[in-house]
């Protein structure tokens, strides 16, 4: 699994306020993501299927 800052580049640094280090592999962001940020964690998620 590729981590944050693969798919999503410097952006990664963004979902620091949630939680997630852009080191974090995507599956791992997301399960954290979806507690304070939904949205976000679907959007990782699709993004990552690119």
């Known amino acids: ?3 944050v800052v693969e798919v999503i580049g410097p952006h990664a640094y963004t979902l620091a306020k ?3 280090l852009p080191s974090d592999d995507v599956k791992a962001a997301v399960e954290k993501l979806r507690i304070k940020a939904p949205h976000l964690a679907a959007l990782l998620e ?3 299927r690119l």
Do not use: H, K, L, R
């Open 18 to 20: 949630y939680g997630v």
């Open 46 to 48: 699709e993004v990552s």
């Open 1 to 3: 699994m590729p981590s």
